[in-house]
């Protein structure tokens, strides 16, 4: 998922977009002939979504379909001042690494902040009727999703290094654990108390584990654990 996230998000859509160069001039007064009024501004790109239907949706869909174009202008449009439309065509070939990229395009144009590698030790294949059915990456984007619905304050999201999570499913329910490790120890417990507050509203009344355990610049997150089986993670 997260290859196919990063071919889409901030490369392509946004490409396609600033194809036309004259979309980096337009005024809001030229977007009100359009009927685009509200939708760009030069910050933040697309600054609204009007769609009821979309607008109901949770978050984080709205969020995977508004991104690529939004902060993918953006990052393309950043590639585009630095080095030509031949640094954009040099993206396509060389990928943005994660979404943290993508929002901070300084981290791919410059010394390249690459993901830290996650160490989770050895997955157990199956625990009891849970079967592991595959491990992805969450990212910045993720992260900054539970900041906006949960804490309101970006603050819990910077700082990323790298993340991985584990799955397992018996083909009715699941759960997951999400090992995540930031630039510092500040910036663990900022997405810790992040966390925290997110993880109050998923584990009332449930059987299942719902914490997180922070260990220097690392979090460790439990998504509905039986409490039986947190000691092997």
């Known amino acids: 998922m997260m290859k196919y996230t990063m071919e889409k998000i901030g490369v392509g859509e946004g490409a396609i977009d600033l194809s036309n160069p004259g979309m980096l001039s337009y005024s809001q007064s030229?977007?009100?002939?359009?009927?685009?009024?509200?939708y760009f501004d030069e910050a933040t790109g697309l600054?609204?979504?009007?769609d009821p239907v979309l607008n109901s949706a949770p978050l984080y869909f709205q969020e995977w379909l508004s991104v690529p174009y939004n902060r993918g202008m953006i990052f393309v449009e950043t590639v585009r001042k630095r080095g030509g439309w031949a640094a954009v065509n040099k993206a396509f070939?060389?990928?943005?690494?994660?979404s943290e990229q993508i929002y901070h395009p300084e981290k791919y144009l410059g010394a390249k902040d690459k993901p830290k590698a996650v160490q989770v030790g050895k997955i157990p294949p199956q625990l009891g009727k849970f079967k592991f059915v595959g491990r992805?990456?969450?990212?910045?984007?993720?992260?900054?999703?539970?900041?906006?619905?949960?804490?309101?304050?970006?603050?819990?999201?910077?700082?990323?290094?790298?993340d991985t999570y584990l799955s397992y499913s018996d083909g009715v329910q699941g759960f997951s654990v999400w090992y995540t490790v930031w630039d510092t120890q500040r910036d663990a417990e900022e997405f810790k108390v992040l966390i925290d507050s997110a993880l109050k509203l998923c584990g009332r009344n449930r059987k299942t584990?719902?914490?997180?355990?922070?260990?220097?610049?690392?979090?460790?997150?439990?998504?509905?654990v039986p409490p039986e089986f947190k000691s092997r993670f």
Not at 31 to 38: A, D, P, T, V
Not at 93 to 98: F, G, N, R, T
Not at 209 to 224: I, N, S
Request: a negative charge; hydrophobic letters at 35%.
């Open 93 to 98: 070939k060389q990928l943005p690494a994660s």
């Open 136 to 162: 992805d990456t969450a990212g910045e984007f993720t992260v900054r999703i539970l900041a906006r619905q949960y804490d309101k304050d970006l603050a819990g999201a910077e700082g990323w290094g790298g």
């Open 47 to 50: 600054t609204s979504l009007t």
């Open 209 to 224: 584990t719902y914490a997180a355990v922070r260990q220097e610049d690392r979090v460790k997150v439990y998504l509905g």
């Open 30 to 38: 030229d977007l009100k002939e359009l009927g685009l009024e509200g």
